[in-house]
C-alpha cells in the first residue's frame, strides 16, 4: 500500500508536470503577455536543469519527505489529524488550507530575514517571467521548504492523499502563476478573488521593493488579503514593468550554475533596496 501510494504520487507529479508543461508552452505562444527580452532556450536550460537538480538533491538528503512522512506518522499515531475522528475528506481539506497558509508565511519570512532572501532572491534574479519560473528555486530553499514541510507533516498528522494533492496542486498552480499568458481582465478579476493570477504574482516578480514585497501566495489568493500583502496593480503596466532584482541583471542569472553560487553575490550596482 505504501509503495503503491509512493508510486502514485511519483506518476501522479510527472504527468501534471508534463500536461500543465505542453499547455502552458502553447498558451505562452498564442496569448503570450509580455515579450521575453533573453534567450528561452538558455533560460529554460536553467530553470528547468535546476528543477531535475532539486528533485534528485531532495532525494538523496530526505529520502522519505512529503508522503513517507504522513506514512510514518500515521504508523506512529503522530499528529493532531490522526487524534481526530475526521471524515477522510475534512481532513484533506483541513491540511490543504494549513498546507497554504504555511507556504505563504514561509515565503513571506524568506523575503523579511536577509540570510533566507539571498537563497531565495534567485527566484526572483530570472530577467523574464515565465511558467519555467515557477521551477527556479536554489537548492538550499527547496532544502529548507521541504524541512519545513515534514515539520507541519508531523504536527499535522494529515492522510497521504491529502500530501500528494498538496505537492500536486502546489506544483501546477506555481506553473502557472508563472506564465507568461495574458488572461482577460474579467477572467483574471474572477479568478483572483480565490487563486493566485499569472498577473497577481508576476507583481511578486518586479524590481520595485514595494511591488516584490507583496503578493506572496502561491495558491490561494486570500491570504494576502487578510494578512495584507494583497497588491492589485504595480506602479507600470503589466507589460511595461521591470522583472528582476536591481544588480543582478545580467548574463550571470541567466548560468544554471553560477546561479547556484549566485545567493553569496552581493549586487553588482548601487542598490536601491536595502535588502540582501
Ligand atoms: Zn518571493
Ligand atoms: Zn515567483
Redesign the pocket.
Known sequence: MDSLIADTESSLRLGVFLSFFVVLALLELVIPRRKLRYSKLQRWASNIGLSIFNTVFLRLVIPIAGVGTALLASDKGWGLLNHVELPLWLSTIVFLLIFDVTIYWQHRIYHRVPVLWRFHRM?HTDMDYDFT??SRFHPVSILISTLIKVGLILLMGPPAIAVVLAEVILNATSMFN?SNIKLPDWLDQRLRKVIVTPDM?RI??SVERSEHDRNFGFNLSCWDRIFSSYLDRAEKDQTEMDIGIRGFQDKKSLNMFTLLFQPFDNPSKPVLDKKG
Open positions: 527566484h519560473t515557477g508563472h504574482h511578486h516578480h
